[in-house]
Every structure is written in C-alpha cells, then in structure tokens.
C-alpha cells in the first residue's frame, strides 16, 4: 500500500484514539451498532440486508463532517467523485461519469425524493434539512431507471413529525469568509396535517485571487440561497401524502481554473503557471442557476401490499460566462443559457414482504424540454494559427487577432420516456432467497443545432477569407436536425444466502444502460471523428455488470464490515472529447472494463467511541477506443487509447473517520470528530496529458464541538482539508490557445465556527 495512505491512517488513528471511561470499575455494557435502514430498494430494509455496495449517511452525519454539498460527499464516500468544471460537474463512480456536453445525461442517476434529477445543474439544488443520502454503487436501472448506468445517489429530505421541532445553525470561517444560516421549522398543524420549512443561506468570497486589473476579486465568491417547505398529510391509517416544493439560487463570480502550463501565447505575457490560487483571467466569469423542484407523494396501504405514486415537475434556468483561455488575452468569451423542464409520473405497487414471494411492480413515464444558447465573441491571434500544428513553438512575439467573428449556436432537444418494471425475490428459506428484476424502457428524443457565424460586432455573415480560416480550426455555419427512438431490456438477477445470522453474501448479474442523444457543442456539420454530422446523434451506453459481496455483523454487533467485488463492461461509452481548437466532439468510445474491491465499516469500540472507514481499489483499461483524443504535443490527430486508463480513475482511495463523545460536567457532552480521505494518483483530462496528472494526496478535516447532552445546542470549531492540499479536480488544455494547459483547483483550507439550537 501506499506510504501516503498508510500514514493518513495512522495519522487519524491516533488523532481519535479512544479515552478511558469514567466508570471503568461498572459492568461493561453490550456494545451493539445502531441499526441504518435505507430505502435502496424502495422499501425500508436494514442496510446489512441490501444485496447493494451502499453508502449511507444520516443528516447527523452530514452536520457532523460538514458536508455541504454533492462535492463534499466525495471525501466520504469510496469510488465517488464530483468536480467542478468550467460550466457544469462532472459526477463519476467507480471511474465512469459524465463529461461537458448539454445532450449528456448523468451516468450517477441522482434522486431527490425519489425524482431523477438527469442534468448536471441539477446537482446545485437544494442540499439541506436532510433525513439521509444513500450512495449506490454499480447499475441501478431495475428500480431507479435506465440512467443509473454508474450508480445512484438517493437524497432523501426531512418530513413533517408529529411534534413541534424547530433549529437554527450559524457558522463563520475564513479565510474565505465563509457565511451561512440555517433554520428549520416543523410543526403539526392538526392531527393529521403537518408542515416542515427549511431555509439556507450561505456566501463565501472565494479561495482564489484573479489579479488582472479589469477584474481584481477573489473567485469563486458565491451567494446561494435555497428553501423548502413540506407539507403532509394522513387522511387516514392507511394512507400518507406529501408535498414537496423547493427553489434554489447559486451566484458565483469567477471559476476554480487557472493556467498550470503556459502555450505560446500567454509564455510572453508571464502568465503564473503555478498552482498557486493565483490566476489571471480578463473575463469577469459569472454564473447564475435557478433549480426548482415540486414533488407529490402518495402512498396508499392495502393488506396486498403498498401503492405509491410520485408526481413531479423539476427543472433549472441557468446563465454563464465562461473564460474560455482562463488567461489575460481576450480571446474567447463563452456566454451559455441553458433552460430545461421535466415532468414525470411514477406508480409502483410494493408487496408487504417477509412472504414466499415479496415483489415490486411499477411504470415510469418522464418528459423533457431542453433548450441552449451560446455566444463567442471569437479572437483568434497568430500564436492560434501558428501552433495549430501540435508543436509549441515557445513565445509568439506578435499576438494581435487575426481573424474576429462572433458565433452564436442554438440547440433543442424535447424527450419523452416511457417505462415498465418488475422486482421479484423468490424466498426459499429462511436464509435463501432470489431477486429476478426485468425493466423496459422506451424512449423518443428530437434534436436541432445550428450555428451562425457573423463579422464582429455586427449581425452580417463572416466574408470567405474569414469562413475558410475558420473553417480550418472546425468552426463553420451549419444547421442539423435529428429524430431518435429507441427500445431497450434491462434485466437483474441476484442470489442472497445467509451464512448465518451475522454474515449475509450476494452475487449479482444485471444489465444498466444510458440514454443516446444529440451532441449540443460541435463547432462543424464535418463527418467523420471530428466532425458533427454523423456525430451529431450518439447512440445508448450498455453496461454488463457482475457484482459479488458479503455484509458481516461483527463483535457481538458492536462492528460491521462491508465488501463488494465488481466487474463491469461497458459497450458504447459516451465521451466528449475537446477538439484541439474551440468546441468538445461526443462520440461512443467502444468498450470499457472497470473491475475492483470496495470495503467499509464501522466499529463501536467503546459507549463514547466509533471508529469508521473505506478502502477501494479500482482498475479501469479501455479495451477499444481507437479514435480517442490526443495530448497537444502529439504528432497524431487521432489518438488509440485502448488498453489506457480513464481520467478519474485513482487505483486507491480510502477514508477513516472517528468519533469520540466525552461525557462533561452540567450535563454537557464534547464530541471530536476527524476524518481522513485518500486518493491515488490520477489523470484529471479524458486525453491523458500527462501535465493533468494528480499525484496521491490526503486531506484532513476535524470537527471539535461542545453542547449539552440532550442536543438541544452545541458550538463547534471545524476545519476542513487542515494541511491545505492543492489539488486538480478537472484538467484540460486551453481553448484557441494551443499549448496551454489548465485545471480547476479544489477548495484549499479553511476552518469556521458553528453554532446550532435546536428547540
């Protein structure tokens, strides 16, 4: 192993090593775990009886570690990773996800409340007052649907109680002034009826300097406020309702890029290129999205079995200025709107369970509208032209535009989902028991792009000397249509035996998919790899996965231990690839194998301590992608990376996590909690330069609190990645500027103060 690794574990070991109790000379108590009951399978189970590699964290947990956001699960969560982009996350399990294409769907189906949430600004909704977020790892497409091809990530909001309850948090930090406030009110209205509303606030400045004159700010500084209100009601014993509405705003101004390799443009302008924080970009980037999200849930008892309904119309609105070059040089501002719409009904009906036969059945019926425009004013200088053929030539004296033209791109795509699924276990014995799982999904998407290129500044088309320069770096008018429709089987089986009453195996075989659709960033209407007309359509991304794994109960329960060992090939993986010049290609790469181990567990070792962790290790190989990307410096335009490995693809990660709870004097109690995370040496760009190489790193973070026993108020100090790592989340070469290189910098350190009361 790693000696990097190896020290972080000992490291936090020893940081949470556990106290001697006070009554020592008592009777030692039975040390038993709190039993974790998630929804995976839409029923509540126990989470040592899912046959699932999951990962579940309640809202305790979330205020405890701090998280935040999608991005802060990454730290806790094995073979899981969210980074930041230039215009949209990327979302990426066990080395499969997503790359900068509207027409994308998420390969990590993500779920509010049992809603998909398809597009990757809806990962910016609202991340607050939550009951619990279930992580599951490998296709999911029987129950949650066919674009849960990587895994699923189930977040699960906080309902109406019976009870009056109310909070209200505060915390304050640096050293990017972080600012946020919370509070929650729940309280039955009547015997039957109830309402929950919740509401976040939260600001930071930025944790990176942009000092080029014209801007002068720290970036990314964002303003973000998000609220909720649920309301519920039980008409009667047998019957439940709830209704969901939530509305989320993030401003941000600037991006986490900078330049970490200079091209032969900004080497004469002495860019920095040391990831430092330090950047100097001369566009002031901004970003503004509006998610919203209402939901209906109905779930009817009958001596049969359950009848649930969800009943949904989510969606964003979202603008965004993106410098393109992330340098001085004003070359090549991108101004994306981006609007989408969905509606969608589903109806399952749940056996009661714990009979010879327990089954699911259901149907699924989803709409979209998506529409998307873009604006470059495009400036394209000598150093451009001159290095368009792959090889730096160092510092270009004369960097004036040569050729200037605005483009300005449009894209539509309407879709439409029906579905039909089935879940059934055949429970043989006591300890024996098979899942058969069968879904069908039919989809229908239209799609239409077109791009204009006009003189700058005006409305008049380009003159030809400037359409052929043009042309030559992949960027023409054109106008493409597309009609699609497509049928797809997904099927499942799963064996479950019981060794015992501690230990549970499982072997699964399932089949996932991802939708096809229509590439919304091509520059060209060109055929061929590089080009936008036969490529304007992608087709499905098929997934063949076989999953093995064991749940143990450990110590008497006082422990538990996880391990799955997976194998999946994947047909037809989607990619988007960047041209070399201005715009991103999607294409299916051929084939992928991605096989590992994954183990997790928790340890009560003591009434006041517990002791968590994660080790993963993850083998990913392209098996044909012959018309891959190629670095700058390659003398090849096309690429054969079969056999290479994928971008975000770490061998190992690895998380350890304690707690330790002190019983204080006047009834106070002060917890410690500090928590490591690992990941291997990776590659952060889809072409595998090897300047986007991150190396293997650990971050720190700990939480140091004091309150009453009850919980009704705590204060606590909390920081977060201690020893200030500086890490790449996404790296990629810069746009009209060959040569460069760039990536988006992680959150460095910081650390605030926190203060919750809880009425």
Sequence with gaps: MHKALSGALTASALMVTPLPSAAESEPAKQLKLEEVIVTAQKRAESLSDVPVSVTALDGDKLKKAGIENLSDLSDYT??????????????????????????????????????HLG??????????????????????????GKNAIAGALSLIAAKPGDELEANFSALRGG????????????????????????????DEDGYMTNENPAVDRDEPGVEEFSGRITFGWLPSDDISTSLKLEKTNRKQDGRQFEIT???????????????????N?????????DNYNATLNVDIDFEKGTFSSVTAATGFESEDLFDGDSSSFDTVPLLGIEEYDQRSQEFRFTSPGGEFIDYIVGAFYQEGEMTFYESTPLKVRNGALADAGRNPVGCLINTQTNVAADLEKDFYMDSEAWSTFAQVTFNWTDSLRTTLGLRYVNEKK????????????????VDPVTATVLGALNIEEHEIEGDREVGVTLPSINVQWDLNEDIMTYATVTRGAKSGSFDARNNNAKDGPGGGGENFEFEDEVADAIEVGSKMQLVDG?????????????????????????????????SALTKGVELDGRWLMSEWFMLSGSLAYLDFEWLEYKE??????????????SGKENQQTPEWTATLSGTVSIPMPADLMLDFTADASFKDTHFTSGDLDPRGIQGAYTKFNARLALGDSNGDWSLALVGKNITDEMTIGIGSPTVLDVGGFRGTLEPRRSYYLEGRVQF
């Excluded at 619990?132 to 790892?137: D, I, K, M, Q, Y």
């Excluded at 390799?261 to 950047?279: F, M, P, Q, R, Y």
């Excluded at 891959?628 to 990376?641: K, N, R, S």
Aim: proline share 4%; hydrophobic share 40%.
């Design 281 to 289: 970009t001369d566009a002031e980037e901004y970003a503004e999205i």
């Design 175 to 202: 050293p990017d002034g972080q600012r946020e406030i919370s509070a929650m009110l729940s309280m039955p209205l009547s015997d039957t009826f109830g309402i929950r509303a919740a509401v976040r606030t939260r």
């Design 261 to 279: 390799h200079e091209s032969a443009l900004t080497g004469c302008s002495g860019e920095n290129v040391t990831l430092d924080g330090i950047k």
């Design 558 to 590: 006082a422990a538990e231990l996880n391990i799955a060992v997976y194998h999946v090939e994947y047909e037809d993986m989607q990619v988007s690839v960047f041209d070399g010049v201005a715009g991103f290609v999607v294409s299916n790469a051929g």
């Design 78 to 115: 094995p073979n899981f990773k969210l980074v930041e982009g230039g215009l949209i996350p990327n979302v990426y399990m066990r080395g499969v996800g997503s790359g900068s294409n509207q027409g994308f769907e998420l390969s990590v189906g993500i779920f509010s409340d049992g809603v």
């Design 446 to 461: 239209t799609g239409f792009r077109e791009l204009f290129l006009y003189q700058s500044g005006t409305k008049t088309p």
């Design 119 to 144: 597009r990757p600004h809806q990962t910016r909704g609202a991340f607050m007052d939550l009951e619990r977020v279930e992580v599951l790892r490998g296709p999911q497409s029987i129950l949650f």
């Design 628 to 641: 891959g990307p190629c670095v700058a410096t390659a003398d090849e335009d096309i690429c054969d990376l």
